[in-house]
């Protein structure tokens, strides 16, 4: 079932989404997330984007380069950052119409809970940890265009604030 996006200026993407009790509580929604991040040509998609109060995000397949499936992602952390950063084109489908360049660490280490419940610790790098930063940076409330530079938020202000309009209608 595809669920309906929450879009730039619903409150609940401000929210801070509080942990997970136990795993099981989001599985019966994973299905649903993934099938939401596909139908919007998305490659990951927090809980809370689609209108759930609940600390898990998923990403694509497409996102990893060590074969992975579709994987969800579960009372995500980032442990550690690197130093070295890159600048790369985000989007997001909460925020449509908008693309800014965004500067993240290349390599974090994460820890979170997989569907079957283990708590895993690894390092991500490149694509993948972007995305994870992207995903948990969603479930602190926090949107990419809050990670740009000054100049561009205030290109970008307009767009937002019509963005946030359209939601209160
Ligand atoms: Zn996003």
Same mark, same amino acid.
């Given at each position: 079932?595809?669920? #309906? ?5 619903? &409150? ?22 993934? $099938? ?32 992975? &499936? ?5 009372? #995500? ?18 925020? @449509? ?7 993240? @660490? ?12 283990? $708590? ?29 530079? &000054? ?19």
């Amino acid at each position: 079932m595809i669920l #309906p996006v929450r879009i730039y200026g619903d &409150p609940i993407l401000r929210d801070v989404i509080p942990p997970v009790a136990s795993h099981a509580e989001v599985l019966p929604y994973v299905r649903d997330m993934i $099938e939401t991040m596909y139908d919007d040509d998305g490659i990951g998609l927090s809980a809370n984007q689609a209108g759930l109060r609940s600390r898990f995000f998923v990403i694509g397949k497409n996102a990893f380069e060590d074969g992975r &499936p579709d994987s969800v992602f579960i009372n #995500p952390a980032i442990l550690e950052a690197y130093e070295e950063t890159w600048d790369f084109e985000e989007g997001c489908l909460s925020v @449509p119409g908008i693309r800014e360049w965004v500067v993240r @660490p290349r390599t974090i280490r994460v820890r979170y809970t997989d569907e079957t419940g283990t $708590e895993r610790e690894e390092v991500f790098t490149d694509y993948a940890a972007r995305v994870f930063q992207h995903e948990l940076d969603h479930l602190n409330g926090i949107f990419f265009t809050d990670r740009i530079s &000054p100049i561009r938020r205030a290109l970008n202000k307009k767009k937002l604030k019509e963005l946030a309009e359209s939601q209160n209608k």
